[in-house]
């Protein structure tokens, strides 16, 4: 369980300073892995890290904290597969204007232990 709240935390930190290599390395790298944003549906890794990470959130916020408000409960399905779901919000500051913008609502994350890696496949954010 340590070993997914890990990859939780550095998902986290990884959306705050939007490194493009950490936030890749997170995920499975398969072109089955999915993000669903609040407004749209990204597949694949590279469209994760290309339309997500960088079209989406580095393009739309010059800041972003994405802040777990509770700790991530754990679902363990399988030896390697489990779900993670926790409530959420962001602050952050538009780069656009700079002004200060932030959602609120439930992640829900399904990771898969590969070569004893624990890496993300799916991410879903829904919004209060």
Not at 25 to 34: E, R
Not at 53 to 74: N, V
């Amino acid at each position: 369980m340590s070993e997914i709240k890990d990859l939780v935390n550095r998902y986290i930190a990884a959306i705050h300073s939007q490194d493009k290599q950490e936030f890749r390395s997170l995920w499975s790298g398969s072109d089955a892995d999915t993000m669903i944003s609040v407004a749209k549906v990204y597949c694949g890794t590279d469209s994760i890290v290309s339309n997500f990470l960088i079209g989406a959130i580095q393009k739309a916020y010059k800041e972003i904290t994405l802040i777990a408000d509770e700790e991530p409960e754990i679902h363990q399905l399988t030896e390697d597969t489990a779900i993670v779901i926790f409530r959420y919000h962001t602050e952050c500051i538009k780069r656009q204007d700079d002004s200060a913008y932030g959602i609120s609502g439930i992640e829900t994350q399904v990771v898969k232990c590969i070569d004893g890696q624990w890496k993300l496949c799916h991410v879903h954010y829904s919004k209060k």
